[in-house]
């Protein structure tokens, strides 16, 4: 702060365009992306002519500050038409709606084409359609392997195979103990003709093994979901080495 306090008083036109502007790209570098974008707006309310990459670097602000409703509007000061619908894929790619993402994506043409179909793959990746991506994409090694919810709940017949068979051994043994625990002392009040002990019991064994058997069926679903994003984790790895290495050529 005391480095960016005598920046300012070292200006002796501390309110002329060109100096706001370099003030606003000092800290645009420095990515304090807040402050950066309210000294871009004073130079836009002082210069006499804005060059475009003043307005990418408001819209990244904005991007980074995750406004991305107002960073929709202000690519509209873009005047090239391929570069401001490829900036709005970008912006609704980094907003998670990748259906307007693709949208403006396909529209953005040459010299952006190539970038732009790999964040349609992308798009496809995060919404875990992966074979739509690999139509977009280079994918890495194998589609992801799943699971299945309905042998879930078959082998969650058996209180913890449901854990069992997502490879969850700890909430396996765990279904299986409580479980086993309540139906053995549902046994034990049987044993003793304590008929309320016993109802009440068997009811909690009861309710434990139906919360078992959906246990199973959740613990697929969320195998699924994990492998999915472990695989989209590697395709996203591989995109960023791609885009690396085409920086560097």
């Not at 042998?151 to 279904?175: E, K, M, N, Q, V």
Request: glycine share 8%; with cysteine; hydrophobic share 35%.
């Amino acid at each position: 702060m005391p480095l960016i306090v005598l920046f300012l008083f070292s200006q002796t036109e501390l309110f002329a365009p060109d100096k706001i502007v370099r003030f606003a790209d000092f800290l645009y570098e420095e990515k304090d992306y807040s402050a950066a974008l309210n000294e871009y707006r004073r130079y836009l309310f002082l210069a006499d002519s804005i060059p475009e990459i003043t307005y990418e670097r408001i819209i990244d602000c904005l991007v980074q500050l995750k406004r991305y409703d107002e960073a929709v509007k202000e690519s509209n000061s873009i005047k090239n038409t391929g570069r401001r619908n490829f900036i709005k894929g970008e912006i609704f790619f980094r907003a998670g709606i990748y259906d307007s993402s693709r949208y403006y994506l396909n529209l953005a043409g040459l010299p952006y084409k190539e970038r732009a179909k790999e964040l349609t793959g992308l798009t496809y990746a995060n919404e875990f359609r992966f074979q739509e991506a690999g139509n977009y994409l280079k994918l890495p090694g194998n589609l992801p392997h799943y699971k299945k919810p309905i042998l879930g709940a078959i082998f969650s017949l058996l209180p913890g195979g449901g854990h069992f068979y997502c490879g969850r051994i700890g909430d396996g043994f765990f279904s299986l103990l409580i479980v086993g625990a309540a139906t053995g002392l549902s046994y034990y009040y049987h044993s003793q003709k304590e008929e309320l002990k016993f109802g009440v019991s068997l009811g909690t064994a009861v309710l434990f093994y139906m919360a078992n058997i959906y246990g199973g069926i959740n613990a697929v679903r969320n195998y699924n979901y994990y492998q999915n994003e472990k695989y989209l984790w590697s395709i996203e790895a591989l995109a960023k080495e791609k885009e690396e290495s085409d920086k560097e050529k």
